[in-house]
């Protein structure tokens, strides 16, 4: 009954430190989702993916890169860490059976400080 | 401009009043959907309910309740007789399809929060 699996769930980086955060689903789900949350701000688009193989920038893409290599994960990776990626991390998936259109499941949260 | 509204920053309110967190979106789509999620301090994301477009019905599910209304691209959400366990985080959120030159796919767009304390 796993859903979406973020790893880790806490990490401390120093300011140009490089890092991978890891999402993986087990709902077998097309779409799957990294966003942020800062303060007021809710949930932040970075990027997303339509399906294995495929990448799209979001709302925040900047510093951030993503792979999809296989169905049921979705990598984020931060090159050099600054400061101003200190935030939440939430990862999402999500399905579209017969046209329709369901809510997206979202993992527990990888909460980063960059230091 | 912001795709989704919550003009509502914070709330309180003292238990077994009812609360209604407003919330306005932003869309050319004629088809679309809108989600309300809860985020209690514990910090994961807990689904509340999905609305399409074409289903302007109102629903109740025990104490909340949710008012669409196309007319005013709202989707309300209303909390009867308030509890303490209902302090939390509530995000309301949009999900259209959207074709640009590189990208095309179903967005799924938060609104900022509103942050409902509900005090004993």
Redesign the interface.
């Known amino acids: 009954n796993a859903g979406v699996t973020q790893t880790p769930k806490f990490r401390v980086l120093k300011t140009g430190q490089s890092m991978t955060l890891l999402c993986a689903q087990d709902m077998n789900h097309e779409?799957m989702?990294w966003?942020r949350q800062d303060p007021?701000?809710?949930?932040?688009?970075i990027h997303?993916s339509?399906g294995e193989g495929t990448t799209?920038?979001?709302?925040v893409p900047d510093g951030y890169n993503v792979s999809r290599l296989k169905k049921q994960n979705f990598l984020l990776g931060l090159e050099s860490a600054a400061p101003s990626q200190t935030s939440?991390y939430?990862c999402?998936s999500?399905t579209?059976p017969d046209g329709?259109?369901?809510?997206?499941?979202?993992g527990?949260?990888t909460r980063l400080t960059v230091v | 401009a912001q795709k989704v509204t919550q003009a509502q920053t914070e709330i309180s309110v003292v238990e077994k009043e009812d609360v209604t967190l407003d919330c306005v979106y932003e869309t050319r789509d004629t088809t679309y959907y809108l989600f309300w999620y809860k985020q209690p301090p514990s910090g994961e994301l807990v689904f509340l309910i999905r609305r399409n477009s074409f289903d302007e019905q109102n629903e109740i599910s025990g104490r909340y309740s949710w008012n669409f209304q196309k007319s005013t691209s709202s989707f309300n959400f209303t909390i009867t007789a308030s509890q303490v366990v209902d302090s939390a985080v509530y995000f309301c959120a949009l999900s259209e399809i959207f074709t640009t030159r590189d990208n095309y796919g179903q967005n799924f767009v938060f609104g900022p929060g509103t942050r409902l304390s509900v005090l004993p």
């Open positions: 779409y989702y966003y007021g701000m809710g949930l932040r688009l997303y339509v799209a920038k979001g709302e939440v939430f999402a999500r579209f329709s259109n369901t809510e997206a499941f979202f527990q949260g």
